[in-house]
């Protein structure tokens, strides 16, 4: 794993994506915090940082594009497959690398509160608390477009599916709003859900039977809980879709909250896409 890291480091140090990257986050970040906070004598740096929350749309994807798409673009995956190291920390190493080069922005950012406290009066627990949201939110997000990477050999289409993702989860609160909070339409979305499962299935094994008897179960299981019990799917696919909004959890860590509950949704976030890109890798080792 530390080879794998040391070796996705020095790649990323050694060109200029990695460079680049770290030059327009602290652009940016160096924009809004000249205007909120200097111009307009803010103290509050939180408001900062939720402002260039949007700089993800465009940083993740350009990180995240190349880190495994081009390994199967070149076939040099075909090593990685074969080298005496679990999946795992090939991946690990990859991840930790990414976070890494997105660690100096975030530390350099950490530099601003105490420019802020020669002027005048600054929360540090407040701003630092901001800062640690904003960390594990860019981690969360690298870790999605980890995954992503490792689906396609395309570093155009990772990153426009990066992109894609990230966007959605990013005006998830104004898509809730197209759909009706009522019983009927959220077991009518989770019987859809339960089809695209069943397909899902059929996708990675190439067995109609199976895919077939697990669209029916869920399906089935779907309409006999609407039918025993509807007042349970009313506003749950609201919460669902809550789930995938990823910034919403970043709220509180702007009011200077250290919220429990948002580290470990973000930490479930990065197990979840880290796992699921390992899973990815050893789909493709044993085809």
């Given at each position: 794993?530390?080879?794998?890291?040391?070796?996705?480091?020095?790649?990323?140090?050694?060109?200029?994506?990695?460079?680049?990257?770290?030059?327009?986050?602290?652009?940016?970040?160096?924009?809004?915090?000249?205007?909120?906070?200097?111009?307009?004598?803010?103290?509050?740096?939180?408001?900062?940082?939720?402002?260039?929350?949007?700089?993800?749309?465009?940083?993740?994807?350009?990180?995240?594009?190349?880190?495994?798409?081009?390994?199967?673009?070149?076939?040099?995956?075909?090593?990685?497959?074969?080298?005496?190291?679990?999946?795992?920390?090939?991946?690990?190493?990859?991840?930790?690398?990414?976070?890494t080069v997105y660690l100096i922005p975030v530390v350099i950012s950490a530099l601003?509160?105490?420019?802020?406290?020669?002027?005048?009066?600054?929360?540090?627990?407040?701003?630092?608390?901001?800062?640690?949201?904003?960390?594990?939110?860019?981690?969360?997000?690298?870790?999605?477009?980890?995954?992503?990477?490792?689906?396609?050999?395309?570093?155009?289409?990772?990153?426009?599916?990066?992109?894609?993702?990230?966007?959605?989860?990013?005006?998830?609160?104004?898509?809730?709003?197209?759909?009706?909070?009522?019983?009927l339409s959220s077991m009518i979305a989770f019987a859809v859900i339960a089809v695209?499962?069943?397909?899902?299935?059929?996708?990675?094994?190439?067995?109609?039977?199976?895919?077939?008897?697990?669209?029916?179960?869920?399906?089935?299981?779907?309409?006999?809980?609407?039918?025993?019990?509807?007042?349970?799917?009313?506003?749950?696919?609201?919460?669902?879709?809550?789930?995938?909004?990823?910034?919403?959890?970043?709220?509180?860590?702007?009011?200077?909250?250290?919220?429990?509950?948002?580290?470990?949704?973000?930490?479930?976030?990065?197990?979840?896409?880290?796992?699921?890109?390992?899973?990815?890798?050893?789909?493709?080792?044993?085809?």
């Amino acid at each position: 794993m530390l080879a794998m890291y040391k070796k996705e480091l020095r790649s990323y140090m050694t060109s200029m994506a990695g460079y680049v990257f770290i030059a327009f986050i602290l652009l940016i970040m160096g924009i809004y915090f000249t205007a909120y906070n200097m111009q307009y004598a803010s103290p509050d740096f939180g408001m900062t940082l939720s402002s260039v929350t949007f700089l993800f749309l465009i940083i993740t994807p350009v990180l995240t594009m190349r880190i495994l798409a081009e390994e199967k673009k070149n076939k040099t995956d075909q090593l990685l497959f074969t080298a005496p190291v679990p999946v795992w920390k090939i991946v690990m190493g990859k991840y930790l690398s990414m976070v890494t080069v997105y660690l100096i922005p975030v530390v350099i950012s950490a530099l601003y509160p105490f420019i802020m406290g020669r002027y005048g009066t600054v929360s540090y627990s407040m701003a630092f608390t901001g800062i640690l949201g904003f960390f594990l939110l860019g981690c969360a997000q690298i870790a999605v477009g980890l995954f992503l990477s490792s689906v396609t050999e395309s570093q155009v289409i990772a990153a426009v599916l990066t992109f894609g993702v990230l966007f959605c989860s990013y005006v998830m609160n104004g898509i809730e709003g197209f759909f009706s909070d009522t019983a009927l339409s959220s077991m009518i979305a989770f019987a859809v859900i339960a089809v695209v499962i069943a397909f899902g299935v059929y996708q990675m094994t190439k067995d109609m039977v199976l895919s077939s008897v697990v669209g029916l179960i869920l399906v089935g299981a779907t309409v006999i809980l609407y039918i025993v019990k509807a007042s349970v799917f009313e506003g749950l696919l609201q919460k669902l879709l809550d789930l995938f909004a990823i910034t919403n959890h970043y709220d509180n860590f702007v009011g200077g909250i250290l919220d429990v509950t948002g580290i470990v949704y973000m930490l479930s976030i990065i197990c979840i896409f880290v796992f699921l890109t390992v899973q990815s890798i050893q789909k493709r080792r044993w085809s």
